[in-house]
């Protein structure tokens, strides 16, 4: 075990918490960007301390092909590599190969696949996953899982769930560095529940300095995902930190942390500023419209990111639609929203105001009231009382300003009609 | 400035004509473009022109203007240029139809011509050159075009060359990083790549033209042009000699 996880405040099952890791003493919940190749898309590592930015993701099955764990090892490591002074997570390779890679096929050895370089047969073990994380060196390293898509059904679900069980002990052998760096088991087991427990209670058998919730975000519907995370974030250990792998949208990430979810990953805001879409507290500013070509407004002007206070819209619309270097700054704006809101996330459970921040969120996501039903239903289940941002319950759109103020006001005082 | 001098009305026509030409024919379409226009009278370029000039500088009493020199590859026609546009009341000179293919022998008596013809107090600005000759000001796409230059230097043998591009370089990208990095940045082609390079290309120049400054001001800019020539062709055969021995390029 080589972190510390303290936590400093809570309300109900959300949790903010002090997370010290050898490179670095990060807060949660929080939110880390994927830097797949080493870098993330055109930012320097300054830039990224600018934001904020705690731990950022490098992707193994990239950084093994080029430039190669081993040269990465030569040179000290990928923080010495980079130059990035904070902490580094190392997924395990296993989910890029099956999503990237054409043959890629799972056996109980490992993942077999057809190397990108020159086509020949290649196979991915658990032990040789770990070495190329131990290699690489981040503060956290993945297990290699046998990772299957929500959307599939049948048996191959729980042969995926129980071989990723067989595959944790395999990792745990072959780890060489458990005081350097901390390895997270994956929880598999698709949508259903009973394989899901039987996974949790495997791993937590283990006694590993933590766990993340896998086979999420790969297109199940949206009641399916909140109940997988709620019931696994019940069932794991209450002190050691908890990651729901690939999320991703704000909306999902205040979700799963009032569910009991600490860490999240995703390429989403990264990848959306290359298609020129900013993240903005109503949802999502599309910088290529046409409107936005003589908007001198900043993408938002309740944030305080560089970008925002320096450029317009106008300018950032003229940039996007030119070349990719444009994205760069949306890059930027993007992962600092992300930031703003793990900060927040943190900030407001441990100064005891959580439900306002998420009733706050929603309102200015929902303006209408029309909090989607998967979202009241996860509420629910937090404990979080969102009747003053919703309408879901009301026939009728309701003028939600006043209600956020006092919450002892009953609904039907405050309800207005506009249209 | 000089380029909204440019886009406006007839003058571009007969100014610019390099707009409409590709980079690599750019020289040839440019001679012809003058061809073309040395063949009209001259008294309708004159006046065609200068008209359209002094609408212009009506327009742009804030800003400074400064006055586009051509001529193509004719050593008379440059200097013409040249003389009319300095009668002019203009605050500076935009030189343009360089770099964009010429070589060294074929450009200096033109730039001779041009730079000889222009009041000494006025500032010349000059595109797209690969070095600097006898003009003040350069634009910033050299730096661009000198990245392609540099990832030459980016070959295997970079790849766990864990030193700065050049060893006491003050720029953010030599105190940050090292060539491995840079390297593998390139081989996956990464955006970053491009901005850490720029950015140190973008520092070395500027105390390039710092060096230059000084040298000029303390009366000894041509033993400063004789140690960077001499210099630079030390550089540029052990570069080539590099590249014959590299075993793979990676590019």
């Given at each position: 075990?080589?972190?510390r ?6 309300f ?10 050898p ?5 949660t ?7 797949t ?30 430039p ?11 923080h ?7 902490a580094?997570l190392?997924?395990?390779?296993g ?15 490992g993942?077999t ?17 770990i ?12 297990a ?17 769930m129980?071989?990723t ?14 005081h350097?760096?901390n ?6 087991g ?24 896998g ?15 709620a019931?696994?974030t ?14 991703g949208?704000p909306l ?8 009991g ?14 298609f020129g ?25 309740t ?19 030119k ?14 929203y992300?930031?703003?809101l793990?900060r ?17 969120f ?10 989607p ?11 979080i009382d ?6 879901l ?10 209600t956020v ?13 506009t249209? | ?11 571009s ?18 001679n012809?473009?003058m ?5 009209k ?13 002094y609408?212009?500088?009506e ?7 400064f ?8 050593v008379e ?15 500076g ?11 060294m ?14 009041p ?10 690969g ?9 910033a ?21 864990i030193?700065?591009?050049v ?7 030599c105190?940050?990083?090292t060539?491995?990095y ?24 500027l ?7 000084e040298?000029?001001?303390e ?19 052990s570069?080539a ?11």
């Open positions: 075990m080589a972190l996880f303290e936590i400093l405040g809570r109900n099952r959300a949790r903010a918490a002090q997370l010290i890791l490179h670095y003493e990060c807060q919940p929080l939110f880390m960007p994927v830097g190749q080493g870098t993330i898309k055109g930012l320097t590592t300054h830039q990224l301390e600018d934001i904020g930015c705690q731990i950022i993701l490098g992707n193994t099955y990239h950084l093994a092909l080029r190669t764990s081993e040269l990465i090892d030569e040179v000290g490591g990928l010495k590599f980079m130059n990035w002074p904070r580094l190392t997924d395990s390779g989910f890029q190969m099956v999503s990237l890679l054409h043959l890629a096929d799972i056996t109980e050895k993942v696949f057809q190397s990108p370089v020159d086509g020949k047969p290649m196979l991915l073990t658990p032990e040789e996953s070495q190329i994380q131990n290699r690489i060196g981040a503060d956290i390293i993945m290699l899982d046998d990772v299957v898509k929500t959307t599939i059904t049948g048996p191959r679900i729980e042969e995926a129980y071989r069980l067989r595959w944790i002990d395999r990792c745990i052998a072959a780890h060489k560095k458990p350097e760096q390895l997270f088991g994956i929880v598999q698709g949508l259903d529940p009973v394989l899901r427990d039987i996974c949790v209670k495997g791993l937590v058998e283990r006694n590993l300095p933590g766990y993340a919730i086979g999420l975000a790969g297109g199940e519907d949206k009641d399916s995902f909140w109940r997988v995370v019931q696994c019940a069932a794991l250990p209450e002190h050691k930190p908890r990651y729901v792998m690939g999320v949208y999902d990430i205040v979700v799963c942390s009032a569910l979810a600490d860490m999240y990953d995703c390429v989403y805001p990264t990848r959306t500023a290359r879409t900013a993240l903005v507290p109503e949802g999502v500013l599309r910088l290529k419209h046409k409107s936005m070509e003589d908007d001198m407004r900043p993408i938002d002007p944030c305080d990111c560089m970008v925002c206070k320096t450029y317009t819209r106008a300018y950032i619309h003229c940039l996007v639609t070349d990719a270097m444009g994205s760069q700054l949306l890059s930027y704006h993007n992962l600092y992300m930031m703003k793990s927040d996330l943190h900030s407001s459970i441990v100064e005891g105001r959580f439900p306002e921040f998420v009733c706050q929603l309102q200015k996501m929902f303006p209408q009231g029309d909090v039903e998967w979202v009241c239903n996860a509420m629910e289940v937090a404990g969102i009747s003053s941002c919703n309408a319950f009301s026939s009728l759109p309701s003028k939600v300003e006043d103020e006092d919450d002892t006001k009953s609904r039907s005082e405050t309800v207005t009609i249209f | 400035m000089a380029y909204q001098f440019l886009s406006k009305g007839s003058l026509k007969h100014l610019c004509p390099r707009s409409t030409a590709r980079e690599n024919s750019r020289w040839s379409m440019v012809a473009g061809e073309f226009s040395a063949q009278n001259l008294n309708d370029w004159e006046v065609d022109t200068f008209v359209e000039l609408r212009i500088l327009e742009f009493k804030d800003g400074a203007v006055g586009s020199v051509v001529g193509g590859s004719r026609q440059r200097r013409r240029c040249a003389q009319e546009v300095a009668r002019r009341n203009v605050e000179f935009w030189i343009g139809g360089f770099g964009l293919g010429e070589s022998e074929e450009r200096n008596p033109l730039l001779r011509a041009v730079v000889d013809s222009l000494e107090e006025k500032p010349r600005l000059i595109s797209g050159l070095l600097p000759g006898k003009s003040d000001i350069m634009n796409s050299v730096t661009h075009s000198l990245l392609r230059t540099h990832r030459k230097i980016f070959a295997y043998r970079c790849m766990k060359d030193s700065p591009i060893d006491d370089c003050k720029c953010y990208t105190q940050n990083h060539k491995a840079i390297n593998h940045l390139l081989n996956v082609h990464e955006m970053l790549a491009h901005i850490l390079l720029e950015i140190h290309n973008t520092h070395h120049f105390g390039f033209f710092r060096s230059i400054r040298a000029i001001q009366g000894k800019f041509e033993q400063f042009r004789q140690k960077f020539i001499g210099s630079r062709h030390e550089h540029l055969f570069a000699l590099s590249d014959q021995l590299d075993i793979s390029v990676q590019d």
